[in-house]
């Protein structure tokens, strides 16, 4: 179970929040990560949450995990234009190895001004 | 402190020849891994290592090979390169192996591009 899915677009007014969804396979999941991706650059960590926990806010991020339903959410509040990039979901498992991360596909949020 | 820094930023090579690329961790860190990220997609496990052994590897040939130095700065190299090697080459950089806080930080990557 090495998929994690997210859908590749989402559009969204400068002021309102945003929700990209994620949704991975492995129950045994440790760690959940959400990097941001600017055009041209390398990944910035965001946030990440550890599996026994369902919420985990900082400042405008919010991240919730259903792990019955093996869904991950990251809600950014009071959206901006310079959060217009590339948002990855990472799941990591320890039985493949300690920092081995599988990543989705990426979801482009755009903010309209 | 400095980040996860990697070279060349970009480079560009023909089929058949071999490229080198470098990165040094977070100080203090002693665990690095390397993905490879084609356009379009996400980044994808290639290599870990720590305290200078491999500790894992992803589903890539054996034109791919790594190695980490005593000061904890590794070396990604690949062999006899073809066009869909072509991408961006990330490093990541931790605290251990196991990688308890949590948190992998990558570096900008070496993109590179094979003719």
């Known amino acids: 179970g090495e998929d994690v899915e997210q859908s590749l677009f989402l559009s969204v007014r400068e002021g309102d929040s945003s929700v990209i969804n994620c949704t991975y396979t492995?129950?045994?999941?440790?760690?959940l990560y959400w990097y941001k991706q600017e055009p041209g650059a390398g990944l910035q960590l965001l946030t990440y949450?550890?599996?026994?926990?369902d919420m985990k806010q900082d400042q405008r991020l919010t991240v919730l995990l259903n792990k019955k339903d093996k869904h991950l959410s990251l809600r950014i509040a009071d959206t901006q234009t310079g959060d217009s990039a590339i948002y990855f979901c990472a799941e990591r498992y320890l039985r493949t190895g300690a920092n081995n991360l599988f990543f989705g596909t990426g979801t482009r949020l755009t903010v309209i001004p | 402190d400095a980040g996860v820094t990697q070279s060349p930023t970009h480079l560009i090579k023909t089929r058949g020849q071999q490229v080198t690329l470098r990165c040094s961790p977070i100080?203090?860190?002693?665990?690095v891994s390397w993905y490879q990220q084609v356009l379009g997609q996400g980044p994808q496990f290639i290599f870990q290592y720590y305290e200078k052994e491999e500790r894992g590897r992803g589903n890539f040939p054996d034109r791919f090979s790594a190695r980490q130095f005593p000061n904890y700065s590794s070396e990604l190299n690949v062999n006899a390169l073809l066009l869909g090697d072509s991408a961006l080459y990330l490093c990541?950089?931790?605290?251990?192996?196991?990688?308890?806080?949590?948190?992998?930080?990558f570096g900008e990557g070496s993109r590179l591009t094979v003719l």
């Open positions: 100080s203090g860190h002693k665990s």
């Open positions: 492995d129950s045994s999941s440790t760690y």
């Open positions: 949450i550890f599996s026994n926990m």
């Open positions: 990541a950089s931790s605290l251990d192996l196991m990688g308890n806080t949590g948190e992998l930080f």
